[in-house]
């Protein structure tokens, strides 16, 4: 599967190339397509997703996803997991990156330069408007990748404008893991999980400021997070006490 992906690969990056140029694709073919090859890739690169909670994604388009950031991998298990088209906010230097660059130009997507608060506020006002008229995004609230692995950093208000002036609904995603196909040197397989979360819709956040939003969704999160590896371990726990049963037997 490896080695066809291989050959593949050109055709696929000229394939995305012509979308992120071409005004004949349009933005759910651009998606489609995208979403394809990340499926592929992740598939032949032993990358398994687990999405949980797909029916909390609202029913309506135009809304954001609030995930924390593990690294680059992040975006490819969206990708591979959500079933409606989105756009997302990349830090300046991704755009700078072979193929996501292209990714960028395909999906609409924008390129934030956080030093330059006149770009950013001119990102935020885009997405605001594109966000109202039905298009969905995905916003790293936290601003750069965590390096702690499952552990989350400080998430940064301003993040959440965008959403608080289109009165959109937030959505919360959990991500476990999605820094190991990147940063692990490793061919075995890797499982990565993803918790889409209940949404918070204007009317509960209207009366709070950015910066609570901020704290809430980071406090969701990581509840989430937590939740996962205490399951995790009690399960552990379980089936030991089950092999042990059964030796004795």
Known sequence: MIIRLFWKAPYYFFRIWWCSISSKVSYEESFALIKKVTK??????????????????????GFI??????????????????????SFVAKKEASNVILLKQIIKA???????REDLKQSMK????????VKKGKNFLIFPEGTRSRAGNHLIEFKGGSFKSATKAKCPIVPCALIDSFKPFDENSIRPVSVKLFYMPPIYYEEYKDMKTVEIAAEVKKR???TIKEYFVNLKENEEKKLVQKKICEKH
Not at 65 to 86: E, I, Y
Not at 107 to 113: I, N, T
Not at 123 to 130: D, F, L, M, P, S
């Open 65 to 86: 996803f609030f995930p924390n950031h593990q690294g680059l991998f992040d975006v490819l298990v969206f990708l591979d997991s959500c079933p409606r088209p989105f």
């Open 221 to 223: 999160i990581e509840e």
């Open 123 to 130: 990102v935020i006002y885009a997405v605001t408007e594109e």
């Open 107 to 113: 999906l609409g997507a924008y390129a934030m330069d």
């Open 40 to 61: 592929k890739a992740n598939h032949a690169g032993r990358v398994k997703i687990e999405a949980y909670g797909l029916e909390n994604i609202p029913e309506k388009d």
